[in-house]
């Protein structure tokens, strides 16, 4: 089955979740918006998507994958429904669960770490904020980078199948490629914080690296599809937020 994501084209943010997903199964997919318009493509293809499907939701925002007739919205949602067909989560209904639960929970991590550049509100500049944004992160780092990354490390650790290496069963699962994605978003945006905390979260660590060497992630990471970090996404780097 062919796969077409509808995610904005500059950034890596939520979408690149269902990236790492599809590059590291070797899946056949689109990413719609970085087509030129000519192919069907651009940010007019993803908003055309966004205001055609009522049924049997209308998506609230990208994330988006359409498979077959299907048409699926919200990143851990995606997540839920092409992992078993990607072969990236086991196949027993509590590690299912499991893993759904796990990746709701980064979801909650990423949207804290969205709010430590805009916690006043979206729709304004970072420069619009950026007292409130310093009064904000030095909480993050502070208190949720520790307590968020020691409660992943404790369920690597509580895994016996794997022997902490992975955190759903006996393999690699689609919550071991989005933890890779949280450690790297947090090394690029805050790499002095996550210095401090990472040796409190070696399994962590070791998952991010052994996840980077798989080798279609290897061969994601340098190619042009992967979009670099920068400052328009989730991970953003104002090194006044890191001190």
């Known amino acids: 089955m062919?796969?077409?994501?509808?995610?904005?084209?500059?950034i890596q943010g939520r979408g690149e979740f269902v990236r790492l997903a599809l590059e590291d199964a070797g899946a056949s997919y689109v990413d719609v918006a970085r087509l030129s318009q000519k192919e069907g493509g651009g940010v007019s293809a993803l908003m055309a998507m966004l205001a055609k499907h009522p049924s049997p939701v209308r998506p609230f925002a990208p994330p988006i994958l359409e498979m077959g007739r299907l048409v699926i919205a919200q990143t851990a949602n995606i997540l839920q429904v092409i992992a078993p067909r990607l072969g990236l989560v086991p196949a027993?209904?509590?590690?299912?669960?499991?893993?759904?639960?796990?990746?709701?929970?980064?979801?909650?991590?990423?949207?804290?770490?969205?709010?430590?550049?805009?916690?006043?509100?979206?729709?304004?500049?970072?420069?619009?904020?950026?007292?409130?944004?310093?009064?904000?992160?030095?909480l993050f780092r502070a208190q949720r980078i520790p307590k968020y990354l020691g409660y992943f490390e404790s369920v690597?650790?509580?895994?016996?199948?794997?022997?902490?290496?992975?955190?759903?069963?006996?393999?690699?699962?689609?919550?071991?490629?989005?933890?890779?994605?949280?450690?790297?978003?947090?090394?690029?945006?805050?790499?002095?914080?996550?210095?401090?905390?990472?040796?409190d979260v070696p399994l962590l660590v070791a998952l991010r690296d052994r996840v980077a060497a798989r080798p279609g992630i290897a061969a994601y990471l340098t190619s042009p599809r992967r979009i670099p970090f920068n400052e328009d996404g989730i991970f953003r780097r104002y090194p006044e937020l890191d001190v």
């Open 92 to 138: 027993d209904e509590a590690s299912r669960i499991g893993a759904h639960q796990l990746q709701l929970t980064i979801a909650d991590f990423v949207a804290e770490v969205h709010d430590t550049h805009h916690p006043i509100g979206a729709s304004l500049y970072y420069e619009d904020q950026k007292p409130e944004a310093r009064a904000r992160s030095k």
């Open 2 to 10: 062919k796969f077409k994501l509808y995610y904005w084209p500059s």
């Open 156 to 199: 690597l650790a509580a895994n016996k199948k794997s022997k902490g290496r992975h955190a759903v069963g006996r393999a690699s699962s689609y919550v071991d490629l989005s933890l890779f994605q949280v450690m790297e978003g947090l090394a690029y945006a805050f790499p002095k914080a996550l210095k401090r905390v990472a040796k």
